[in-house]
């Protein structure tokens, strides 16, 4: 079992910067295909971006394409996001999620390990 906790958000302008951190603890965080994810007041949780276990692959949903980075260390066991160029579109509570079973890289359904999430906020 992984326990995650994401930190990082807040109110920022459309055009600002922000870094997202996902910090783990239990097992291996290196064992772990890791993931973010986002939802915005009544809109379902959507798919943000992934990490390969190494960070050697990375992927990432169209609409933050160009904008946002997944990185990780695993010897400091976290994750983060880098999101530049911020829209009102972005507004959403992020999470971080741990990948434990075989689905598509963008389904729910394939990661068991959540944290609580942390809000971020752009204004026009």
């Known amino acids: 079992q992984v326990q995650l906790v994401e930190s990082g958000g807040g109110l920022v302008q459309a055009g600002d910067s922000l870094r997202l951190s996902c910090a783990a603890s239990?097992?291996?965080?290196?064992?772990?295909?890791m993931g973010w994810f986002r939802q915005a007041p009544g809109k379902e949780r959507e798919f943000v971006a992934a990490?390969?276990?190494?960070?050697?692959?990375?992927y990432y949903a169209d609409s933050v394409k160009g904008r946002f980075t997944i990185s990780r260390d695993n010897a400091k066991n976290t994750m983060y996001l880098q999101m530049n160029s911020l829209k009102p579109e972005d507004t959403a509570a992020y999470y971080c999620?741990?990948?434990?079973?075989?689905?598509?890289?963008?389904?729910?359904?394939?990661?068991?390990?959540w944290g609580q999430g942390t809000q971020v906020t752009v204004s026009s």
């Open positions: 239990g097992r291996t965080f290196s064992s772990y295909f």
């Open positions: 990490i390969s276990w190494n960070g050697g692959s990375t």
């Open positions: 999620a741990a990948r434990t079973r075989t689905a598509p890289l963008a389904s729910q359904s394939g990661y068991d390990y």
